[in-house]
T-cell receptor
Framework: KAGVTQTPRYLIKTRGQQVTLSCSPI?????VSWYQQTPGQGLQFLFE???????NKGNFPGRFSGRQFSNSRSEMNVSTLELGDSALYLC????????????????FGPGTRLTVL | QKEVEQDPGPLSVPEGAIVSLNCTYS??????FMWYRQYSRKGPELLMY????GNKEDGRFTAQVDKSSKYISLFIRDSQPSDSATYLC?????????FGTGTRLQVFP
């Protein structure tokens, strides 16, 4: 079974631009969660989507948004990029039987490394 | 104060050593405790998952949870160079899952 895939793997943008990242979950998984990982803050939860609906949201500004399609693939968008948005963005998929993935095993993709100049 | 605190390391040990990785937390509502391993340029992968106080063993890995002290540990016996990675603790309740910042471990031959 193929794992979680994320595209692109690396991205360089400049301040003020916007970016869209894509995530394809493991076949059969209906929940997709997005995380931001930085050396200082670690892994921080952005949001979770289940059956095309946002089921949970972390404490990030509205510049960060996402969506999920009927085939469970998900995209996240960051508008008006800031230098502090430079990070590894990780997507994780799970079956989705429980909210917030607290008891569902999450399978992470390799991440998209975003650099904002 | 962060809900989950984890020593960032790095921790450097010789092959064969016993490694102890630790996290403390402040939220007594946390019920689920996990350890993830993250290799360079990869996403985290689940190593251990437990929801009760006490020890859980899986091969060379032992996860320990002490809810009264709000302290969890991961022990790695007979450490190998292939164990070199960043180890993240994670814990949560029914509403959220919080990750530690990760401890970088290097096992040298």
């Amino acid at each position: 079974k193929a794992g979680v895939t994320q595209t692109p793997r690396y991205l360089i943008k400049t301040r003020g631009q916007q970016v869209t990242l894509s995530c394809s979950p493991i076949s059969g998984h209906r929940s997709v969660s997005w995380y931001q990982q930085t050396p200082g803050q670690g892994l921080q939860f952005l949001f979770e989507y289940f059956s095309e609906t946002q089921r949970n949201k972390g404490n990030f500004p509205g510049r960060f948004s996402g969506r999920q399609f009927s085939n469970s693939r998900s995209e996240m968008n960051v508008s008006t990029l800031e230098l502090g948005d430079s990070a590894l963005y990780l997507c994780a998929s799970s079956l989705g039987s429980t909210a917030a993935s607290s008891t569902d095993t999450q399978y992470f993709g390799p991440g998209t490394r975003l650099t904002v100049l | 104060q962060k809900e989950v605190e984890q020593d960032p390391g790095p921790l450097s040990v010789p092959e064969g050593a016993i490694v102890s990785l630790n996290c403390t937390y402040s939220n007594s509502a946390f019920q689920y405790f996990m350890w993830y391993r993250q290799y360079s340029r990869k996403g985290p992968e689940l190593l251990m998952y437990t929801y009760s106080s006490g020890n859980k063993e899986d091969g060379r890995f032992t996860a320990q949870v002490d809810k009264s002290s709000k302290y969890i540990s991961l022990f790695i016996r007979d450490s190998q160079p292939s164990d070199s990675a960043t180890y993240l603790c994670a814990m949560g309740d029914t509403d959220k899952l919080i990750f530690g910042t990760g401890t970088r471990l290097q096992v040298f031959p």
